[in-house]
């Protein structure tokens, strides 16, 4: 038979014979972990970053664990972090109901000192619960910190990189946020996380999206409910449509699923027959011709503003490329760098002169700020085999992107947008599809990426698309 003393301290087993909670229709009922709940419990480090659906139920059992561990663990010291104080009453409304119906057996001497701080002489040890406002976790060691909803609370940046300094190495800190909506896109969050996913800052990422608590029924009917887009954000962990996204993320998906690998396989037959002395010369050129008739390539360039971007800062832009191969609408090749603006016309044209001999090639620039300086420096190269896109309604060279001009880029007819969601074109690449999720409406009607990220290669992919429509009516 276990010993008592033991079972008091596992907390599972506490939490199901002692701890009381009010569930979402406010009945009183022991708290018995559910899927989501125990996966966490068996698995936390004490250096975790969660994201999360809604009502998954780690709140409640953070509230549980520390209150647990303030009234079995000597010396322990528990802070919990809300987004703001209406919050933090929530959480010690829930740390009081607690108390009243835990039994006075196990029940430890209290000294409430105010209603956010609960100590526990005996033990010396406490739990204090308040919102995460200036200030925050800073001048004092703690056991443990639990931070919710972070992308809301006005301080949440500072107030995690305290806790980072409060609680020491081997101690206990737990951040975690649900999407709600577009807070967290580009939100220091955001970047924990990605940093976490690559093992960069200590903290272990969990993701529990709604498979972890409902089933395909529900979802079926929450998803008719509040639409796809708001179900992705809220119960999927996919801040990426959390606002208006332009392009729908099954039509992404299904185009990306449709991509294949090129096959020029023809072309090494052709060499192959010539180098067996099946073809002479003229045989082989015209072999070549016929092979290379079948296909055509679109490139499309977004360079960076400016002379050089910055190494430095992820938030400045680079220069981005996309090449679509015809018939088959696969995205081929891309490239970007934050490369000195002088280099951008030479790789431009190396890439260009790589398709170039399987397919008649067509180069088209974004003009507007520093392409005009990258036209420039195309034009000055010399036997291109490639074709540099030329406009018929003004003659200028490259895509001049505006505000009339975008649409017919992204969302219209014979668009991107349109192309995606016919299956036309597939996308290919991380970079790419990333930037395809996440690029949206503005609230006045505009297209830009979400806060934090990229729109180049979604530019650079419009512009691509753009050019088996486009006339070009000058060769270089």
Request: proline share 3%; with cysteine; aromatic share 10%.
């Amino acid at each position: 038979m276990k010993d008592p003393r033991l079972q008091l301290l596992d907390l599972s087993w506490f939490a199901e014979n002692f701890l009381w909670i009010r569930d979402k229709y406010e009945k009183l009922c022991r708290l018995k972990f559910n899927k989501v709940q125990m996966d966490f419990h068996k698995k936390r480090t004490g250096r975790d970053i969660i994201e999360k659906c809604r009502q998954c139920g780690l709140t409640t059992y953070m509230r549980a664990a520390m209150f647990h561990a303030a009234i079995t663990r000597p010396n322990y010291h528990g802070l919990v972090g809300s987004r703001n104080r209406e919050k933090a009453q929530e959480s010690i409304a829930a740390v009081d109901l607690f108390l009243r119906y835990l039994p006075e057996e196990i029940t430890p001497r209290i000294d409430r000192q105010t209603a956010s701080l609960i100590t526990f002489p005996d033990l010396n040890s406490s739990l204090r619960i308040e919102a995460m406002g200036q200030g925050f976790g800073s001048g004092s060691t703690y056991s443990e910190v639990y931070m919710t909803e972070m992308t809301y609370a006005q301080h949440a940046k500072a107030a995690f990189e305290a806790v980072t300094q409060a609680v020491p190495l081997g101690f206990g800190s737990i951040v975690e946020d649900s999407h709600y909506d577009t807070g967290i896109v580009g939100s220091f969050f955001e970047y924990e996380i990605d940093r976490a996913k690559r093992g960069e800052s200590g903290y272990k990422h969990f993701r529990y999206s709604w498979e972890w608590h409902y089933d395909k029924k529900w979802a079926r009917k929450k998803r008719g409910e509040i639409g796809d887009a708001a179900f992705a954000a809220q119960y999927e962990c996919d801040p990426t449509q959390a606002g208006d996204p332009i392009f729908a993320r099954a039509d992404i998906l299904a185009a990306v699923g449709a991509w294949t690998a090129l096959d020029l396989s023809a072309f090494d037959e052709i060499k192959a027959r010539r180098g067996r002395g099946e073809l002479n010369d003229a045989q082989y050129a015209d072999a070549w011709k016929a092979e290379r008739a079948k296909h055509r390539f679109l490139v499309g360039l977004d360079p960076a503003v400016g002379k050089l971007a910055s190494k430095e800062s992820r938030n400045r832009d680079y220069h981005a490329l996309a090449v679509i191969h015809l018939p088959s609408g696969c995205q081929v090749d891309s490239w970007d760098s934050r490369c000195h603006l002088d280099l951008v016309p030479l790789e431009a044209d190396r890439i260009a002169r790589k398709w170039a001999p399987y397919g008649d090639t067509i180069l088209g620039v974004e003009r507007n700020n520093s392409g005009h300086a990258v036209l420039k420096g195309l034009k000055e190269i010399d036997s291109k085999p490639y074709r540099l896109y030329r406009s018929r309604d003004d003659g200028e060279y490259g895509w001049l992107t505006s505000p009339s001009t975008k649409p017919m880029l992204l969302s219209g007819t014979g668009s991107l947008g349109e192309a995606l969601r016919t299956g036309a074109v597939k996308p290919h690449g991380e970079r790419t599809i990333d930037e395809l999720i996440r690029y949206q409406y503005t609230d006045r009607g505009g297209m830009e990426a979400q806060v934090g990220h990229h729109d180049d290669h979604v530019i650079a992919l419009a512009i691509a698309w753009r050019m088996r429509n486009e006339g070009v009516i000058e060769a270089w």
